[in-house]
């Protein structure tokens, strides 16, 4: 028997680690699932999924120094 709590039908949630606000998530995210926050815009980079975790997307750089 599973004996996990978890809901199949809610969405799944994960906090913004620029700004704290609540990300959605859709069903079929991954890892490595670029996101946007829809609080303050940034783009988060999804981690890992069981539970969610989030983090800042690494930013384009243009200067990769030489
Ligand atoms: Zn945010």
Redo the contacts with the bound molecule.
């Keep these: 028997m599973v004996s996990r709590q978890i809901d199949e039908h809610a969405m799944t949630e994960a906090d913004?680690v620029?700004?704290g606000?609540t990300v959605t998530l859709h069903d079929d995210y991954e890892i490595g699932e670029i996101v946007d926050?829809t609080?303050?815009g940034?783009e988060l980079e999804v981690l890992d999924t069981e539970p969610p975790v989030l983090d800042r997307a690494p930013e384009l750089e243009e200067d990769w120094g030489e």
């Design positions: 913004c620029e700004c606000a926050c609080t303050c940034v």
